[in-house]
C-alpha cells in the first residue's frame, strides 16, 4: 500500500471514530443547556402567575402550557419539575412536556399551579444543530483528505521518481544515477545518500570487473609463455621419457589456464557481468552442438535420442546458454557409461537429459566446486558449479535425480 | 610476409617473433602503443598481431592508426579470455579476427596464414604439399589431380596439419582448433584419433603418401618421408 494512502486512511478511521463521538457530546451537550433554559423559563414563567394572581385571583389557564387551580383546602406539595406526557388539544396528541408544577398560598387561597414547555421542540432543535455541526464537520474533514492527498502527493512526487530511478539502476550501467532535487531536507538527504552510494557501488564493480580483466591478463600472458615455449620445446628430438615428463607440464598448463578462465567465469557470474538478453531457441541449439558432439559421443558408443515434445525458447545471454549447452553435453561425453543410450526430452517448458552413468557422486555435492565425479580425471571440478550458477542467473531452474546407474538432469523455466 | 606484433611482455613477444622468423618470416616487435605507431609509419605490413592490454592504453585505439597507415593489412587481436565487449569492439573497427590466450602457437599461425592469404591472394590460393593440393576457395583436397572427399571436419583437420608441417601438433591442438568451444569441458582428447584415422585412409586409397607421423602418444606430426 502506498505511503499517501495509508496516511490517509489512518486519518480517516480518526475520523470515523471522532465524529460520532464528537456529535454524540455535542448532542448531549446542547440537549442539556436547552433542559437548563427551559427550566429556568419555567420557573420565571410561575413567578408572573403568581404576581398575576396576586392581583386577578381569576387567572385563565391555557392548557397544557399553564394550568392554575383554587384548591379548597391546604395540601401540602413541594415544586418539582418532571417530564410528562400530557394531551394537546392543538396538535390532538399526547407529547412530552416539561412540567413544573407548585403549591402556593395566595392573598390566603391555596393555588396549584403548573406551567409546562414542549421539548420535543428543543430535541428537534438539539437535533438540527446536532446534524448541521456533522455535516459542517464532515465536509471539513473531507475536504482536508482531499487536499493533504494533493499536496502529500506533490511533496513526495521527487521521492517516487527517485524511487522509480532507484529500481532501475544497474551496477553495471555505465552513467551515473540522475536524482530529482527536492525542497524536503530528509529526502534531499536521502537523495545525496543515495547518490553517493550508488556511485560507489558503481565503481566499486567497475573496478572488480577491471580487477577481474586485469587478473585474467596476468595469469593468462605467464601462462601463454610457458605454453608456447613448451610447444616449442617439444618440436626438438627427446628421449621417450622426457617426452612424457613435457607432456605432461604441458597438460598441466592447459589444465591451469581452463581452471583460470572457469574461476573468472564464475566470478562475473556472481557479479551479474552476463546481461545480453536474447531469445534464445534451445532446440536450435542442441541441435547445432550435438553436430559437434555427435562425433565425439559415437567415440564413446553413445548414441543420442532426441524426444522433441515443444519449443523451448527462453530470454537469456546467448553466450551462458551456449555455454550451458555445451557444459552439459560434455558432461555426457565424460560421465554417460559407454556403449549406452542418452536421451534428451525437450519441451516448451523444460528440457531433461538422461543417461546411464557409472560415476558415483553424492547428489549433495553435485554442484560443488572442485567436486569430482571420478577422482582420476583430470577435470577441473567445476563444471556443475557452473551450470547450476548459469541456470540461476537466466532465471532457470535445475534439478538432478541420481537413481541406481541413471543420471537425469532436468532445466525448467522459473 | 611481414608481420608486426604487437605485445608488451616481453616472453611471449619473443617467442612469438622466434616462431615467425623460424619460420622465414619477416616479424618486427612493438612493447607499446608508441613504439607500435613508430613502426607503422616507417613500414608496411602484412598483418598486425595485436595485444589489447598495453602499457600505454588499449590496442583497439590502435585500430584505427594501423587502417591510416597501411594499405592492405590483416588485424588479429590477441586479448585476456572472455573479454567479450573488447572482441565485439575490436571486430566492429576492423579487426579481421581474434584469438584469446592461452593460445597455441599452431593455432596462432594457422589464423595468422589465413589472414595474409586473404588479404594477398583475395581468397584465389592453393596450398601444396608434395602431391596434396588444397584449394581453399572450393574447400576441397586432391591427392595429384584426383579429389578426396574429405569431411567438414577433415578437411580443417589437413588443412591445419599442412599449415603446420614439420611441427609437433599436440592433440589439445588439434582438438580446440577444430571444435573451438565445444571441447572446453572436455580433458580426454583421444576422439581425434578417429578423424586422423579417416584422413590418412583416404589419403592412402587416393594413392598418396601418408605423411602423418605420430608422435610419441602425445600428438601429430605432417612431415616429409
Known amino acids: 500500500m502506498k505511503l499517501i494512502r495509508q496516511t490517509n486512511r489512518n486519518f480517516a478511521i480518526i475520523i470515523l471514530i471522532v465524529l460520532p463521538q464528537a456529535s454524540l457530546l455535542l448532542f448531549v451537550s446542547l440537549d442539556h443547556f436547552l433542559s437548563d433554559e427551559v427550566d429556568e423559563k419555567l420557573k420565571v414563567d410561575e413567578l408572573r402567575i403568581t404576581e398575576q394572581l396576586r392581583s386577578n385571583p381569576n387567572f385563565i389557564s391555557m392548557a397544557p402550557i399553564i394550568e392554575v387551580k383554587q384548591l379548597s383546602k391546604k395540601s401540602a406539595g413541594k415544586s418539582e419539575i418532571k417530564n410528562v406526557f400530557v394531551y394537546d388539544p392543538i396538535e390532538k396528541e399526547k407529547e412530552l412536556f416539561r412540567q413544573l408544577s407548585s403549591i402556593k398560598r395566595i392573598n390566603g387561597n391555596w393555588y396549584s399551579i403548573k406551567v409546562r414547555h414542549s421539548i420535543i421542540e428543543n430535541k428537534d432543535f438539539a437535533l438540527a444543530i446536532g446534524l448541521t455541526m456533522i455535516a459542517i464537520l464532515l465536509l471539513t474533514f473531507a475536504f482536508l483528505l482531499l487536499l493533504n492527498y494533493r499536496f502529500s502527493k506533490k511533496l513526495w512526487r521527487p521521492f517516487y521518481h527517485n524511487l522509480d530511478v532507484l529500481k532501475h539502476f544497474s551496477f553495471s550501467g555505465k552513467h551515473e544515477i540522475q536524482l530529482k532535487d527536492s525542497k524536503i531536507t530528509e529526502f534531499q538527504d536521502l537523495k545525496y545518500s543515495l547518490e553517493k552510494l550508488t556511485n560507489k557501488l558503481q565503481s566499486d564493480f567497475r573496478s572488480l570487473k577491471e580487477f577481474t580483466e586485469n587478473a585474467s591478463h596476468e595469469i593468462q600472458t605467464p601462462l601463454s609463455i610457458i605454453s608456447l615455449n613448451l610447444e616449442e620445446v617439444l618440436q626438438d628430438e627427446h628421449t621417450e621419457e622426457n617426452y612424457k615428463k613435457l607432456y605432461h607440464c604441458y597438460q598441466s598448463i592447459q589444465r591451469l589456464s581452463k581452471l583460470n578462465d572457469r574461476l573468472l567465469l564464475l566470478a562475473k557470474l556472481d557479479n551479474d557481468q552476463f546481461n545480453g538478453l536474447s531469445e534464445v531457441n534451445f532446440n536450435r541449439l542442441f541441435e547445432a552442438k550435438l553436430e559437434e558432439f555427435i562425433p565425439l559421443l559415437n567415440e564413446r558408443e553413445i548414441s543420442m535420442n532426441i524426444h522433441d515434445t515443444g519449443t523451448f525458447i527462453h530470454e537469456c545471454d546467448p553466450i551462458l546458454a551456449n555455454m550451458l549447452v555445451v557444459n552439459l553435453l560434455s558432461n555426457v561425453v565424460k560421465h554417460a557409461s559407454t556403449n549406452s543410450v542418452c536421451t534428451l526430452d525437450i519441451g516448451s517448458g523444460a528440457f531433461s537429459l538422461i543417461n546411464e552413468t557409472s560415476s558415483h557422486i553424492k547428489q549433495e555435492a553435485l554442484f560443488e566446486r572442485f567436486k569430482k565425479g571420478n577422482a582420476a580425471q583430470s577435470s577441473t571440478g567445476l563444471g556443475l558449479s557452473i551450470v547450476k550458477r548459469i541456470v540461476e542467473v537466466s532465471s532457470l531452474t535445475i534439478q538432478v535425480e541420481l537413481a541406481e546407474n541413471e543420471f537425469k538432469l532436468t532445466i525448467n523455466k522459473a | ?225
Not at chain 2, 619473443?14 to 623460424?22: E, G, H, L, S, Y
Not at chain 2, 597501411?70 to 586479448?79: K, T
Not at chain 2, 593460445?103 to 602431391?131: M, P, Q, T, W, Y
Not at chain 2, 579417416?198 to 616429409?224: F, S
Open chain 2, 1 to 225: 610476409m611481414k608481420l608486426l606484433v604487437v605485445e608488451d611482455e616481453k616472453d611471449l613477444r619473443q617467442a612469438i617473433c622466434d616462431f615467425f622468423v623460424k619460420s622465414g618470416e619477416v616479424i618486427i616487435g612493438a612493447e607499446n602503443i608508441f613504439e607500435a605507431e613508430d613502426k607503422l609509419i616507417s613500414h608496411q605490413f602484412d598483418l598486425v598481431i595485436l595485444d589489447i592490454t598495453l602499457p600505454d592504453g588499449s590496442g583497439i585505439d590502435l585500430i584505427s592508426t594501423i587502417k591510416k597507415t597501411q594499405s592492405n593489412v590483416g588485424i588479429l587481436i590477441l586479448s585476456a579470455k572472455n573479454s567479450l565487449d573488447d572482441k565485439i569492439q575490436g571486430l566492429d573497427l576492423g579487426a579481421d579476427d581474434y584469438l584469446t590466450k592461452p593460445f597455441h602457437i599452431s593455432e596462432l599461425n594457422s589464423r595468422v596464414k589465413a589472414l595474409v592469404r586473404r588479404s594477398i591472394f583475395r581468397g584465389e590460393d592453393v596450398i601444396k604439399f608434395n602431391e596434396i593440393v588444397i584449394n581453399l576457395e572450393q574447400r576441397q583436397a586432391y591427392v595429384s589431380a584426383s579429389p578426396i572427399s574429405l569431411t567438414n571436419k577433415e578437411f580443417s583437420l589437413l588443412l591445419f596439419l599442412v599449415n603446420n608441417k614439420n611441427r609437433v601438433l599436440t592433440k589439445d591442438s588439434i582438438a580446440e582448433h577444430l571444435w573451438g568451444d565445444s571441447v572446453e569441458y572436455l580433458e580426454n582428447y583421444d576422439f581425434i584419433y578417429t578423424h586422423i584415422k579417416n584422413l590418412r585412409k583416404k589419403i592412402l586409397a587416393e594413392g598418396g603418401q601418408d605423411y602423418l607421423k605420430t608422435v610419441h602418444g602425445i600428438g601429430y606430426k605432417y612431415c616429409d618421408l
